[in-house]
């Protein structure tokens, strides 16, 4: 999103507010005379923008082994195309309408793993029968016990998730966890 120096919130500590923006510039256009020139400045960097994201797209997706890929090419040509304010012949409208289908496609691929988020992550508690955790004691702890406990984990398991620890080592720790301090001496208490 480009915006105008005119259309920026600005909070009373001089930041910029988002709002309902994911990511922006602001474009100072007071040394640009025309209006159309603006325009076709600030749609080019919305061009510039979608090339990034393109890009972080792509990369996952070779990351993942995957052969999708989105052609950038054709979004520079089609920035040279919009600041000179020049059409696309029909073979280049051809290749950035396929761009342009491949992106909808990961868009709906991505919203859909989205969508899903919440139901990819197991509760806490899965993991912790699966460790082997004495759940009688578990259940008898208080909530906030339960939240402490959680979290602890929680903070363990993302380091196993980010595979900043390995396998082995994460399922050492976790069970020390359970046993040597948490579940059975605060369940005592």
């Known amino acids: 999103m480009v915006l105008q120096k005119e259309q920026v919130d600005v909070n009373p500590k001089g930041y910029l507010e988002k709002r309902e923006y994911n990511s922006f510039i602001v474009?100072?256009?007071?040394?640009?005379?025309?209006?159309?020139?603006?325009?076709?400045?600030?749609?080019?960097?919305?061009?510039?923008?979608?090339?990034?994201?393109?890009?972080?797209?792509?990369?996952?997706?070779?990351?993942?082994?995957?052969?999708?890929?989105?052609?950038?090419?054709?979004?520079?040509?089609?920035?040279?195309?919009?600041?000179?304010?020049?059409?696309?012949?029909?073979?280049?409208?051809?290749?950035?309408?396929?761009?342009?289908?491949?992106?909808?496609?990961?868009?709906?691929?991505?919203?859909?793993l989205a969508d899903n988020e919440n139901e990819l992550y197991l509760p806490y508690e899965v993991d912790f029968i699966l460790l082997d955790m004495n759940m009688?004691?578990?259940?008898?702890?208080?909530?906030?016990?339960?939240?402490?406990?959680?979290d602890i984990y929680g903070s363990l398991a993302c380091e196993v998730r980010y595979k900043n620890i390995g396998i082995s080592d994460f399922i050492l720790k976790a069970k020390e966890l359970f046993i040597s301090n948490s579940v059975i001496n605060v369940a005592a208490e």
């Open 27 to 112: 474009l100072d256009s007071s040394g640009i005379s025309y209006d159309d020139e603006k325009e076709l400045l600030c749609h080019s960097i919305e061009i510039l923008n979608s090339i990034r994201v393109v890009k972080k797209a792509n990369k996952m997706c070779s990351d993942f082994k995957s052969d999708f890929q989105i052609n950038t090419d054709i979004y520079y040509k089609a920035m040279d195309s919009v600041l000179n304010n020049k059409s696309f012949s029909d073979a280049d409208l051809k290749s950035y309408f396929e761009s342009e289908q491949k992106k909808e496609e990961f868009l709906i691929f991505s919203r859909s």
């Open 136 to 150: 009688g004691a578990y259940n008898i702890l208080n909530e906030r016990k339960k939240d402490t406990l959680r």
